[in-house]
């Protein structure tokens, strides 16, 4: 099977990575069966975010330590392989939103969990 790892930066999500990787082997991102992210909500959801434009691919997140992932699977280095195949599949709506620029100019953004619009200095909206 081929898995491969997204990690946070953090130095718990790092330690796992090795771990993880040692035991199953890693591959890129546009090879794998699965993805497995390693942190918390913020990675699964960049993760989940970059691979909008390929085909679907699961998405398994874990949650290390230091993180409180509400959306992530409590870590744990053995039967990684069984817990990816026994996982309930969860197809999650993207947002799309199509706004008009200042200028007339338009764009069609994606998102997974929200659209933000930020109020900016002269009443322009960011």
């Known amino acids: 099977m081929k898995i491969a790892f997204v990690a946070s930066p953090k ?3 790092q330690r796992a990575l090795k771990e993880l990787s040692d035991r199953y082997g890693e591959a ?10 390693l942190g918390g909500d913020h990675t699964a959801l960049e993760a ?3 691979t909008l434009a390929m085909p679907a691919k699961p998405v398994f997140a874990m949650r290390t330590d230091s ?3 509400v959306l992530c699977n409590s870590l744990r280095v053995h039967g990684l392989i069984e817990r990816l195949h026994a996982a309930a599949r969860v197809e999650l709506p ?15 953004l994606f998102a997974i969990n929200e659209i933000v ?5 002269f009443q322009q909206a960011k």
């Open 67 to 69: 993180s409180t992932g």
């Open 117 to 121: 619009l930020e109020r900016q200095v």
């Open 11 to 13: 130095p718990g999500a």
């Open 94 to 108: 993207v947002l799309q939103a199509e706004i008009e620029q200042a200028g007339g100019r338009s764009q069609v």
């Open 48 to 50: 989940l975010y970059e």
């Open 28 to 37: 890129a991102v546009a090879e794998a069966e699965f993805i497995v992210t």
